[in-house]
């Protein structure tokens, strides 16, 4: 039996365009009509699933999905830092910010670190592992990150060196004892196979 699960990076906001760590926050107009672009060129799905975040939900909705919401799929928190670029809180709390970006246990004031994100991830992997056909879920990029990561069987510092742009697609392919990473990155307009 094979299982396949599709992570599409939600689209871009105001945050993503402005290096910000990210609320709650709507797509951009272009985002929006590039995600509506997409929507013929996704495979069919069993399951559809996506993060709670206005983002997701509305990216989601431009592709014509209807995804049960998955708190498993929610973007890494920020903490005190939501709403501030990386030069803001570098000049607030340079060793946190350190901290942070070198330590995947460190985490934002009141935020979340890489390793919580990971143990999460890490649960969906498993309870998506044997199930039959195919799961789309609308994400974000740490949670594709540490999905690949976790995959590649990489140490999760490694994670910060994967990009991932918005409304591109990450396949995963399962034959019920482990996940491969068939395609990263993969622009969604291309679609795939």
């Known amino acids: 039996m094979t299982s396949r699960l599709i992570l599409i990076c939600s689209g871009s906001t105001e945050a993503t ?23 013929g060129h996704l495979p069919r799905a069993a399951l559809v699933y996506g993060s709670p975040a206005l983002r997701a ?3 989601a909705k431009a592709l014509g999905l209807e995804p049960a919401v998955m ?11 939501t709403g501030k670029t990386l030069a803001e809180v570098e ?14 246990a460190a985490a934002p004031p ?16 498993a309870d998506l592992m044997t199930q039959p056909g195919t799961v789309i879920a609308i994400t974000h ?21 994967i990009d991932v742009e918005p409304l591109t697609l990450t396949d995963l ?9 068939r395609a990263l990155g993969v622009p969604g307009g291309l679609g795939l196979r």
């Open 173 to 181: 392919r399962a034959d019920g004892r482990r996940w491969h990473l």
């Open 57 to 59: 939900r509305q990216t």
């Open 91 to 104: 000049a607030l709390d340079p060793s946190a910010l350190m901290a942070w970006i070198t330590d995947p």
């Open 17 to 39: 365009r402005k290096a910000r760590f990210a609320a709650d926050e709507p797509l951009e107009p272009k985002s929006l009509a590039q995600a509506v672009g997409m929507a």
């Open 110 to 125: 009141g935020g979340e670190s890489l390793q919580d994100v990971a143990q999460r991830v890490a649960a969906l992997l």
């Open 141 to 161: 990029p740490a949670v594709i990150r540490v999905a690949a990561t976790l995959v590649l069987g990489a140490p999760l510092q490694s994670a910060s060196k």
């Open 71 to 81: 708190a498993a799929l929610c973007d890494q928190g920020a903490g005190d830092w």
